[in-house]
């Protein structure tokens, strides 16, 4: 770790929070389930240090939200980890999620969208893949995510980091999107806001290498997905963080799991929360235990509905696939997708002539979108090189269990 000192920068060319000592040794308590071995002194010279855009350093490492110490990545202390109930698919990488809150500030909890964070907070996500051997020396060799993302660090022997992107709630009241692009040494990670593809190749048991080009987003590029209005312009707004997702247990360290939104109230992190009995849940698109309907529309929702919704890059294509609208019958089920014609989409042509036939999957555009990465058809319009075949399979089965009229 760097000296403070080396990482110190004008105070006018910075916006710092300071992190009070009570919270930082809290907030570890739950996230790690022990007591710290930092000294005071330690904590406070380590904490984490929060910057606008404008003055958004070059290197990772001078926020001081991750600690890489070369063998393992983990968070500063005042850094919560959390998951999604179900995530964004991004070509099978994995991701460690944390959120910061300033000093004696709460988010304020709602049942329904984005929770309100108070300014200063960060948000931040990795993306990672379990190392592998590539056929190709000239692709970085990456296994498929092979469980659940728990804990708050990450071994960096049997792990390679490509990214780190970071929301942060800037004074004025904006929410700012900044990509950094980890060092091949894998000791800090790069502001790169034009992006970057990385040659890849993804090595799975029991089925032939993929090579594929993974892409790290430009920082204008958020604004296709966190978008707060139609076609962007109006700002950004984190998408994961909303009550349904984050009702979950997570194993923050060996043995010790807890609600995450239980730990955000008992971290005093979180206001206004009424209690678990009375909050949304989303289904984990991999459980089998919940319905085909249930498990496709809570995929949809983390995976198309920033665009396909009222305020996203996709209301002019009149798809609905947010949470509330997919698979009700009350309104029009053209809605989200069935029977319904594609108004901007060529497509293959016959016989896939609309977004949802009911009970026919295999020429329902929608899986079909989903199931191919060509420019052009491939949904998500961005982020995605692979395809997800264990969500294509739940999609195709839900929509081949729907008992709706067939399209005229
Ligand atoms: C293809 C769509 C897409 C693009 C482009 C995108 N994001 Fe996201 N991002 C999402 C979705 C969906 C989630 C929530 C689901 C999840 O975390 O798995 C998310 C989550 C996040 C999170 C965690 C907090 C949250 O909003 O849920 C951060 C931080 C983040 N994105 C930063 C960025 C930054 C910075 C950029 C641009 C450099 C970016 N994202 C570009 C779709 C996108
Ligand atoms: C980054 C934004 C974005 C995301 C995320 C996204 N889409 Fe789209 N989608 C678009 C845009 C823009 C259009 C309209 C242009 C077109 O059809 O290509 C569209 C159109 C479509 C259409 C044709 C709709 C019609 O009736 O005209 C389908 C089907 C579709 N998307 C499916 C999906 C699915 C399924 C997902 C999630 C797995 C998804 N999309 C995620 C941007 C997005």
């Given at each position: 770790m760097n000296s403070p000192s080396t990482l110190r920068r004008p105070i006018a060319l910075q916006w710092i929070l300071s992190l009070s000592l009570s919270i930082s040794a809290s907030a570890l308590l739950a996230a790690c389930g022990g007591s710290s071995s930092n000294t005071e002194e330690a904590a406070a010279s380590s904490k984490p240090q929060v910057f606008e855009q404008s003055t958004?350093?070059?290197?990772?490492?001078?926020?001081?939200l991750l600690i890489n110490d070369g063998k393992t990545l983990s968070l500063n202390a005042g850094l919560v980890p959390y998951d999604l109930n179900s995530a964004l698919f991004s070509d099978y990488s994995s991701k460690l999620r944390s959120i910061y809150v300033p000093p004696g500030k709460q988010i304020a909890y709602k049942a329904d969208g984005t929770l309100e964070f108070p300014i200063g907070s960060v948000i931040t996500k990795t993306f990672y893949y379990p190392k592998a051997t590539p056929s190709d020396a000239a692709n970085l060799g990456v296994a498929k995510q092979s469980g659940k993302a728990q804990g708050s660090?990450?071994?960096?022997a049997s792990n390679v980091l490509i990214e780190t992107r970071i929301l942060v709630l800037q004074p004025d009241g904006t929410w700012s999107g900044l990509p950094y692009v980890w060092d091949a040494d894998q000791k800090d990670a790069q502001l790169k806001v034009g992006g970057k593809d990385v040659a890849m190749e993804l090595v799975s048991a029991g089925a032939p290498n993929q090579k594929f080009t993974y892409s790290v987003p430009t920082a204008q590029s958020c604004q296709q997905c966190h978008s707060t209005a139609t076609a962007g312009g109006a700002g950004i707004l984190p998408i994961g963080p909303k009550a349904r997702n984050l009702n979950k247990s997570y194993e923050?360290?060996?043995g010790v799991s807890k609600n995450q939104l239980v730990n955000l109230d008992e971290l005093k992190l979180l206001s206004g929360f009424t209690g678990l009995a009375a909050a949304p849940v989303n289904a984990d698109?991999?459980?089998?235990?919940?319905?085909l309907e249930a498990r496709a529309k809570a995929y949809l929702d983390v995976n198309c509905a920033h665009c396909h919704?009222?305020?996203?890059?996709?209301?002019?294509?009149?798809l609905m696939l947010d949470f509330n609208s997919v698979?009700?019958?009350?309104?029009?089920t053209v809605q989200w997708g069935v029977c319904k014609k594609p108004l901007a989409y060529g497509g293959p042509g016959a016989p896939y002539l609309y977004g949802i036939e009911p009970g026919q999957a295999d020429v329902s555009l929608l899986l079909y979108r989903m199931s191919h990465t060509t420019t052009g058809d491939v949904?998500?319009?961005?982020?995605?090189?692979?395809?997800?075949e264990e969500a294509n399979s739940v999609v195709k089965d839900w929509i081949n269990s729907l008992k709706l009229p067939a399209c005229l």
């Open positions: 958004a350093p070059k290197k990772l490492s001078e926020w001081r660090s990450l071994d960096l923050y360290s060996a698109w991999r459980d089998s235990g919940q319905t919704s009222s305020r996203g890059a996709a209301f002019q294509s009149g698979g009700q019958t009350t309104a029009s949904m998500p319009a961005i982020g995605r090189h692979l395809n997800h």
